[in-house]
Antibody, heavy 123, light 106 residues
Framework: EVQLVQSGAEVKKPGESLKISCKGSGYSFISYWIGWVRQMPGKGLEWMGIIYGGDSDTRYSPSFQGQVTISADKSISTVYLQWSSLKASDTAMFYCVRLRIVGINPRGSFDIWGQGTMVTVSS | SYELTQPPSVSVSPGQTASITCSGN??????VCWYQQKPGQSPVLVIY???KRPSGIPERFSGSNSGNTATLTISGTQAMDEADYYC?????????FGGGTKLTVL
C-alpha cells in the first residue's frame, strides 16, 4: 500500500525550532516529488513547496521561501519540513503530499496525502 | 500571482446535481484537479487532469475545464458528498489552490 506517514502533533513556544517528518512507503521514493501543504485552523489549503526524492531538487512557494526549509533523506524515504524560529502564526495542520506524475519536472495533482501533523505554537 | 476563485458555499438537495466552479485567467489552458476534504480528514483527490477519476472515486464525480472556468459536477449527490472541495492548478512552477467551497447536502 502506498502511504505517507507523518510525525506526531507538536506543541512549541514562539522562537523554538521544529522539524517534522513524512515517511513514504509502498513506492519508489526516488521517482516522485513530495510536497507540503499548510492548512490554518478553519482555512483553506496553501502549497508550501516540493522536493524531488531522487536528487532533493527543491522548489518553494514565494509565500514560504525563506520561512521554512524542506529536505529529504532518500536512504530512509523521508521528507522533512523545518522551522528555525516558530511564530504563533505558524499554528496549523501540515500535510505531506505526493505528486501523482513520475519524473523530474513537477506537475499535476497530489494523489497521496499524509494524515497531517498539527503544530501548535503558543507561549 | 495567479489566483483561483471558488464560491464559498454551494447547497444541493440529495439526488440532485451539484456544480462547483473554479475560475482563473485562461484556466482552460492548464490542467485542473479537485480535492474533497471531510471534517477532520486529509483531502482526497477526486478529479485530475480536468476530467479523470482516480481509482475508487465514484462515477458521479466528473469535471470539465474551458475558457476561464473549471467545473466539478456531482451527479445524484449523496449525503456522504457533503465536504469542502478545492480546485488546484499549476502556474508555471507554482501550485495554486482555490479558496475552497463548502458543499452542503440538504
Amino acid at each position: 500500500e502506498v502511504q505517507l506517514v507523518q510525525s506526531g502533533a507538536e506543541v512549541k513556544k514562539p522562537g523554538e525550532s521544529l522539524k517534522i517528518s513524512c515517511k513514504g512507503s509502498g513506492y519508489s521514493f526516488i521517482s516522485y516529488w513530495i510536497g507540503w501543504v499548510r492548512q490554518m485552523p478553519g482555512k483553506g489549503l496553501e502549497w508550501m513547496g516540493i522536493i524531488y526524492g531522487g536528487d532533493s531538487d527543491t522548489r518553494y512557494s514565494p509565500s514560504f521561501q525563506g520561512q521554512v526549509t524542506i529536505s529529504a533523506d532518500k536512504s530512509i524515504s523521508t521528507v522533512y519540513l523545518q522551522w528555525s524560529s516558530l511564530k504563533a502564526s505558524d499554528t496549523a495542520m501540515f500535510y505531506c503530499v505526493r505528486l501523482r506524475i513520475v519524473g523530474i519536472n513537477p506537475r499535476g495533482s497530489f494523489d497521496i496525502w499524509g494524515q497531517g501533523t498539527m503544530v501548535t505554537v503558543s507561549s | 500571482s495567479y489566483e483561483l476563485t471558488q464560491p464559498p458555499s454551494v447547497s444541493v438537495s440529495p439526488g440532485q446535481t451539484a456544480s462547483i466552479t473554479c475560475s482563473g485567467n485562461k484556466l482552460g489552458d492548464k490542467y485542473v484537479c479537485w480535492y474533497q476534504q471531510k471534517p477532520g480528514q486529509s483531502p482526497v483527490l477526486v478529479i485530475y487532469q480536468d476530467n479523470k477519476r482516480p481509482s475508487g472515486i465514484p462515477e458521479r464525480f466528473s469535471g470539465s475545464n474551458s475558457g476561464n472556468t473549471a467545473t466539478l459536477t456531482i451527479s445524484g449527490t449523496q449525503a456522504m458528498d457533503e465536504a469542502d472541495y478545492y480546485c488546484q492548478a499549476w502556474d508555471s512552477t507554482t501550485v495554486v489552490f482555490g479558496g475552497g467551497t463548502k458543499l452542503t447536502v440538504l
